[in-house]
């Protein structure tokens, strides 16, 4: 499973979405949630089970979808239909099932949104959390997440590793980001006092770079610009817009105050390689970033002539090819992708502004 694969579902799902707004659970079902079990590696009815019973005190209950594995249950899947909106009742309605029978990973979906669960024992204290949410238009910036919960990382037990990672990266940005300052005068303080005092206002900016450069690579690993615990509030509110109702993702490309052209789709990838193509064949963006590979204070390029890294042979595993034989490296936040793009276009003597659901 790769962000094609993932991006070629949720344009499918969409449009089968806009056809039926008001779809029912089990029509949500039939027409959108089994392609996700699918393309997760889960088939039915050899590994998945449909209303699977849980007992929880002296009543019983039924699970919409068990994944299994040995005939035993590892995740939950709850669905809800098109027309029902996820709320925290639903989720502590898998979460109650998901600690009744010791099931670790739990998903929620109504087709439109995604949430994905986790079980965990700390001490004799057993918690159920969100590991991540998506809208279905941004499912594919959640390759890490979604490669989770696949039946083959569950059963050779990588699922746990990749949420463990996924924690403690969220812990070290978290502290990147509050202690910036701090640390980017510690770093200071060393190189000046091995070095010499003289590179004091030289060094402070250069360390604090390096401090962003490290929130960029642990966004580009999480696939997305805020992962989100059940602890964290979700914030709709910090949608970038222009005050426009246009959706999916939008950039235009300006020069002065003309427009010159405008880009759309529903991949935040597919946007930027468009954006990129249009600068590198009509801009002569080629010339402002040679030598390739273009590594923008950063261990793997951007751009390169070839879909690799010299530091990492796999850096551009979610590459696009554009013009002129140039490789375009898309594995990054949506927040790190608009600031290239815009980077780019000023590169270009141009400017950049973005909406619909940036």
Not at 151 to 167: F, L, P, T, V
Request: some cysteine.
């Amino acid at each position: 499973m790769d962000e094609t694969e993932v991006a070629e579902y949720a344009r499918h799902s969409q449009t089968i979405i806009d056809d039926a707004p008001q779809m029912d659970e089990a029509n949500t079902k039939a027409a959108v949630l089994r392609d996700f079990l699918d393309l997760l590696g889960w088939e039915i009815p050899a590994n998945t089970k449909l209303e699977y019973s849980v007992k929880v005190g002296t009543r019983s209950y039924k699970v919409d979808y068990a994944l299994l594995l040995e005939g035993a249950p590892v995740a939950f899947f709850e669905a809800k239909g098109v027309d029902t909106a996820l709320s925290s009742n639903h989720r502590e309605q898998l979460g109650t099932y998901m600690k009744n029978e010791n099931v670790n990973w739990g998903i929620l979906s109504n087709g439109k949104q995604y949430q994905f669960l986790r079980r965990e024992v700390v001490d004799t204290n057993v918690k159920v959390q969100v590991l991540a949410e998506a809208d279905l238009k941004r499912l594919s910036e959640q390759i890490t997440i979604l490669r989770a919960f696949t039946k083959d990382a569950i059963q050779a037990g990588d699922s746990e590793k990749i949420a463990n990672r996924i924690e403690e990266l969220k812990a070290a940005r978290t502290s990147l980001e509050k202690n910036k300052d701090d640390l980017s005068t510690a770093i200071t303080e060393i190189l000046t006092e091995d070095v010499s005092d003289t590179i004091s206002t030289l060094a402070e900016p250069r360390a604090k770079e390096m401090i962003d450069d490290l929130v960029q690579e642990i966004d580009a690993e999480i696939n997305t610009d805020r992962t989100r615990s059940q602890s964290e509030e979700v914030d709709t509110s910090s949608v970038e817009t222009d005050g426009s109702d246009e959706q999916g993702y939008i950039v235009k490309i300006h020069n002065g105050g003309e427009t010159l052209t405008r880009f759309s789709d529903t991949v935040q990838s597919d946007v930027m390689a468009a954006v990129v193509n249009y600068l590198l064949e009509n801009y002569d963006l080629s010339s402002e970033i040679e030598p390739l590979p273009y590594i923008p204070g950063r261990k793997k390029a951007i751009i390169n002539d070839e879909p690799s890294s010299p530091h990492d042979e796999q850096a551009m595993r979610n590459h696009r090819e554009l013009s002129g034989g140039h490789y375009l490296d898309t594995h990054m936040s949506g927040k790190n992708k608009k600031r290239y793009l815009q980077r780019f276009t000023e590169m270009c003597g141009l400017d950049a502004s973005f909406a619909g659901e940036w």
